[in-house]
């Protein structure tokens, strides 16, 4: 159902950069992103070798719908990355700000008895939420697996 859409609007963004209406920096910039991503594509595949291919061989079927929603991926988060004018902070003082505002108000009580007294439960919500997200990822970071610990079962006691 999404597919249709999907490709319906990006043949019409298609004709738009290709129109001759269009401005010719805008014409630059997806030149040289095509560029970009071209040669992005060839060192994947030189890097990737036998082994990119066996695995594309082992998906079947299912490598084209596969390729296909993983591009389709890739284009909405690029663009919600240039809607929004995301960047990751450039100096450490950024990084240090944004921990210190967090941190204080996370040990704040007066900001959690006032989001609570004010029936404001989303920001106490979201903020468990942010909470209980930087633990796991820590978790993770800290058992170097997605998953969980590796356990080895004791060797069965001989009777």
Same mark, same amino acid.
Do not use: C
């Given at each position: ?18 129109? *001759? ?11 040289? +992103? ?62 240090? *700000?944004?921990? +210190? ?32 997200? @930087?633990?796991?990822?820590?978790? @993770? @970071? ?18």
């Amino acid at each position: 159902m999404l597919r249709p859409q999907i490709t319906n609007a990006a043949r019409v963004a298609g004709r738009r950069a290709n129109s *001759t209406q269009a401005n010719p920096q805008v014409q630059k910039a997806v030149q040289q +992103a095509s560029q970009l991503y071209n040669q992005g594509a060839q060192t994947v595949k030189r890097v990737a070798g036998p082994v990119g291919d066996r695995v594309g061989s082992l998906l079947g079927a299912y490598r084209a719908p596969l390729t296909y929603n993983w591009n389709v991926f890739t284009s909405l988060v690029r663009q919600v990355y240039k809607a929004e004018k995301l960047a990751p902070p450039t100096h450490l003082s950024q990084w240090a *700000t944004a921990y +210190a505002n967090i941190w204080a108000r996370a040990s704040s009580p007066a900001w959690w008895r006032s989001a609570l007294e004010s029936g404001e439960w989303a920001k106490v919500a979201i903020a468990a939420v942010e909470a209980y997200g @930087i633990f796991k990822i820590g978790e @993770i @970071i800290g058992r170097r697996h997605l998953v969980g610990y590796k356990i080895k079962e004791p060797a069965a006691a001989a009777h």
